[in-house]
Each structure stands twice: as structure tokens, then as C-alpha cells.
């Protein structure tokens, strides 16, 4: 069983960037895909950005321009890299890894973009 921890949230102001990492208790080379998604208050939790093995990387169109997902399997940690963030980014933001028949979550952490 993988843990996730996510790491690098925080207070920012319009127009900053902040970069998130999600490191993994063991080696991330197995899953198949490993993404972002956010969760805002009152709505439900959204894609932000995911690496799917053979099939590159997706984006929401709301961060395109603005994130980059990337992953580094010799150091288990997957990190999104935010610029240009607006408040309606504000959220928690989890890490996902999915593999063969299992799919697990990070605890979150939280993002807010404010004045």
C-alpha cells in the first residue's frame, strides 16, 4: 500500500506561483497514471492535471498556460507547478496515483490565493 504526501501549499497573492510536490512511500514507476485533482469549497473535487502512461499529459482547460504536471519516478514524487494563479484556485489539492486495480489519494493541501 503507497502513501501519498502532499506538500507545498500555502497563502499566495494573484499572480504568484506556488509548486506543489507529492512524494510517495515507495516507487511511483508501477502507476500507470498519476494526476492532480482540487477540491473548492461547496463544489466537487476536479482534474487539475494528470501524466498517463502512453498517453501523455492532460490538462483542465482553466490551468492550461498556467500549471505544469511533472514527475520524477528516481525521486517518487510527482509536483505541479502553479504560475499565475488566480483566486478562483483556491482549494484543497490532492495527489492521485492509479495503478492496476487500485487507485489512492493523498490528505491534501491547501491553496489559496488571495489579496
Known amino acids: 500500500q503507497v502513501q501519498l504526501v502532499e506538500s507545498g501549499g500555502g497563502l499566495v497573492q494573484p499572480g504568484g506561483s506556488l509548486r506543489l510536490s507529492c512524494a510517495a512511500s515507495r516507487s511511483i514507476f508501477s502507476f500507470y497514471a498519476m494526476g492532480w485533482y482540487r477540491q473548492a469549497p461547496g463544489k466537487q473535487r476536479e482534474l487539475v492535471a494528470s501524466?498517463?502512461?502512453?498517453?501523455?499529459?492532460n490538462y483542465a482547460d482553466s490551468v492550461k498556460g498556467r500549471f505544469t504536471i511533472s514527475r520524477d519516478n528516481a525521486k517518487n514524487t510527482v509536483y505541479l507547478q502553479m504560475s499565475s494563479l488566480k483566486p478562483e484556485d483556491t482549494a484543497v489539492y490532492y495527489c492521485n496515483a492509479r495503478g492496476i486495480g487500485s487507485t489512492t489519494w493523498g490528505q491534501g493541501t491547501q491553496v489559496t490565493v488571495s489579496s
Open positions: 501524466i498517463i502512461s502512453g498517453e501523455g499529459i
